[in-house]
Antibody, heavy 122, light 108 residues
Framework: QLQLQESGPGLVKPSETLSLTCIVS??????????WGWIRQPPGKGLEWIGNIYYGGSTYYKPSLKSRVTISVDTSKNQFSLKLTSVTAADTAVYYCAREWTTINMNYFDPWGQGTLVTVSS | SSELTQDPAVSVALGQTVRITCQGDSLRVYYASWYQQKPGQAPVAVIYGKNNRPSGIPDRFSGASSGTTASLTITGAQAEDEADYYC???????????FGGGTKLTVL
């Protein structure tokens, strides 16, 4: 059974870089038809897609975050990572990683990691 | 357009049927997927594609799509179905993903 687990600091200072890793277990990150995504949820608000990556390295990012986001993959460690630079309080959120199955006309996220709360504060 | 629009809140009497909708231009081309999120928990997929349920999801959950509107129907709502529901799909370019704002379902 595939499982994803987010890891990284729970507190980041304003203007610094948020770095999270998603460790994938129970299956290979190098699988066709799957993207690997990051989604966040500010406290009390809805879900926001951040971006995704294919094991070959191709990425897509939400346009409003694109200048600050980098998603990378390490197939040797079966994990992928998120970096978000120049963070502000508005980046405080629960960050989820998820596997995304895609076909020509659909996509869905399953499973999800448990999520990790990242607070931006000095 | 890259937006998906959901009603903020919907209520249903226990055992009755409720439909939650999601509107967006990209839904003419791409199917929506639906997620259930209970307080303090990660979202869980309940419907994807034309009308597919991941393993373990009860068959009272079903999905449909027509034009720019996708819908999630719960037939015979149970108390445990009270949760936030989010739709997700691609944007019109097909490369990006977008979530709806979410619908809070109350089971009365």
């Amino acid at each position: 059974q595939l499982q994803l687990q987010e890891s990284g600091p729970g507190l980041v200072k304003p203007s610094e870089t948020l770095s999270l890793t998603c460790i994938v277990s129970g299956g290979s990150i190098s699988s066709n038809n799957y993207y690997w995504g990051w989604i966040r949820q500010p406290p009390g608000k809805g879900l926001e897609w951040i971006g995704n990556i294919y094991y070959g390295g191709s990425t897509y990012y939400k346009p409003s975050l694109k200048s600050r986001v980098t998603i990378s993959v390490d197939t040797s460690k079966n994990q992928f990572s998120l970096k978000l630079t120049s963070v502000t309080a508005a980046d405080t959120a629960v960050y989820y990683c998820a596997r995304e199955w895609t076909t020509i006309n659909m996509n869905y996220f399953d499973p999800w990691g448990q999520g990790t709360l990242v607070t931006v504060s000095s | 357009s890259s937006e998906l629009t959901q009603d903020p809140a919907v209520s249903v009497a226990l055992g009755q049927t409720v439909r939650i909708t999601c509107q967006g231009d990209s839904l003419r081309v791409y199917y929506a997927s639906w997620y259930q999120q209970k307080p303090g928990q990660a979202p869980v997929a309940v419907i994807y594609g034309k009308n597919n349920r991941p393993s373990g999801i009860p068959d009272r959950f079903s999905g449909a799509s027509s034009g720019t509107t996708a819908s999630l129907t719960i037939t015979g709502a149970q108390a445990e179905d009270e949760a936030d529901y989010y739709c997700n799909s691609r944007d019109s370019s097909g490369n990006l993903r977008v979530f709806g704002g979410g619908t809070k379902l109350t089971v009365l």
